[in-house]
């Protein structure tokens, strides 16, 4: 038996906000009174940038990986449509063959 598929509504994926890097760190207290910020004084240049990058690669590697998890259950919901079309157009055939039997 063929299945015609039909424009049954699918469930579309939410549009996600842009990725976008944590705001820099403010001073602490100690800062405003010469102590400086750990980050400044200690820290090679670009070990902040470093941070930051790493941070957002961990943030994409979630949205990555909720977003996997997303499709694979959209891909479930479509199937479970599809599934109902096809019985339903099954029912109408015996409907309509039961009918020519009368």
């Known amino acids: 038996m063929r299945v015609v598929r039909t424009s049954a509504p699918r469930v579309q994926a ?5 990725v976008r890097p944590a ?4 001073p602490g207290p100690g ?13 090679p240049p670009g ?10 690669a961990a943030q994409a590697a979630r949205f990555d990986a909720m977003m996997k998890v997303l499709a694979e259950q959209q891909r ?9 079309m096809a019985q339903t ?3 109408d055939a015996l409907m309509n063959q039961w009918i020519r039997l009368i």
């Open 31 to 43: 800062a405003a009174r010469g102590a400086g910020d750990a980050i400044d004084q200690g820290a």
């Open 76 to 84: 479930e919901i479509n199937a479970i449509i599809d599934l109902g």
């Open 89 to 91: 157009k099954r029912d």
């Open 14 to 18: 939410p549009l996600a906000a842009p």
């Open 47 to 56: 070990a902040h940038e470093a941070e930051l990058q790493l941070a957002l």
């Open 23 to 26: 705001a820099p760190r403010r």
